[in-house]
C-alpha cells in the first residue's frame, strides 16, 4: 500500500480579482487531463460558519467586521476537517490564509500566522494582486449591492496588508490587472516549472489519502 499526497492549490486575492474565475479555468483544465479535482469556494454555501461568514459581511461596525472574519477562519477549517480528499487528485481551495487580512492591524498578522501554522500549505499559493481602484471598478460593474470589505478605501486598506503577509510566506504574487487569459497563462506557468510536492501538515492528516 503506498500513501501519496494530492496537490493542494490555494487562489487568493482581493475581492474581483479574479479568484473564482481561475479556479473554475484550472478546475476544467485539469479535469481536461484526466485528472480528479474539488474546488472549495469561501465563504462556502454548504455549512453554518459559511452563512455566518456571508451574513456579517453585509453588516456594518467593528463587531460585524470581526465576525465575518471569525465565522470565514472557522469555514475553512471545516472545509479541511469534514471532507475527505481521498477520490482527488488536486484540490483548490478559493480564499483561505489571506482571510485574515480583514482583520484589524496587528491582529490580522497574528491570525495569519496562527492560521498558517495550523492548516496545509503549498508551493502552489497564488495572490493574485488587483489594484484597489481596479477591484472596485470590477465590483461597481458585477454587484448589485456591496460587501463591507468591498468599498474602496477598504479595498486599499485590505490590499496593503494582503501583500505585507504574501510577501512572507510562500505565494506567488500574480498581476491580476492583466486580462483574465493572461493571468491563467501566469498561474499554468508557474504550476508547469515548480516541482509538484506534497503539501506542508502541521497537525491532522487531513489532505493525505490512500491511493
Not at 101 to 113: D, E, G, I, N, W
Amino acid at each position: 500500500m503506498v500513501f501519496e499526497q494530492l496537490v493542494l492549490i490555494v487562489i487568493d486575492g482581493l475581492d474581483a480579482s479574479g479568484k473564482s474565475s481561475q479556479a473554475l479555468r484550472l478546475y476544467s483544465s485539469l479535469r481536461n487531463r484526466g485528472k480528479s479535482v474539488c474546488v472549495r469556494f469561501h465563504p462556502s454555501k454548504d455549512g453554518f460558519f459559511g452563512e455566518e461568514a456571508k451574513k456579517f459581511l453585509y453588516a456594518q461596525g467593528k463587531s460585524a467586521h470581526l465576525a465575518a472574519a471569525f465565522f470565514y477562519m472557522l469555514d475553512v477549517v471545516r472545509s479541511i476537517l469534514l471532507f475527505s480528499w481521498r477520490r482527488y487528485d488536486y484540490v483548490i481551495l478559493v480564499r483561505y490564509l489571506m482571510g485574515t487580512s480583514y482583520l484589524p492591524p496587528p491582529l490580522h498578522r497574528v491570525a495569519y500566522h496562527l492560521f498558517a501554522s495550523i492548516v496545509p500549505t503549498s508551493d502552489f499559493m497564488f495572490f493574485l494582486d488587483v489594484t484597489p481602484e481596479e477591484a472596485y471598478r470590477r465590483i461597481l460593474l458585477t454587484r448589485k449591492r456591496l460587501e463591507m470589505f468591498e468599498r474602496l478605501e477598504e479595498l486599499r486598506v485590505t490590499r496593503q496588508k494582503a501583500l505585507s503577509l504574501a510577501s512572507i510566506g510562500r505565494w506567488t504574487i500574480i498581476d491580476a490587472n492583466r486580462s483574465i487569459n493572461d493571468v491563467e497563462k501566469e498561474i499554468n506557468r508557474v504550476l508547469s516549472t515548480k516541482q509538484v510536492v506534497p503539501p506542508k501538515r502541521r497537525g491532522a492528516r487531513a489532505f493525505q489519502f490512500l491511493r
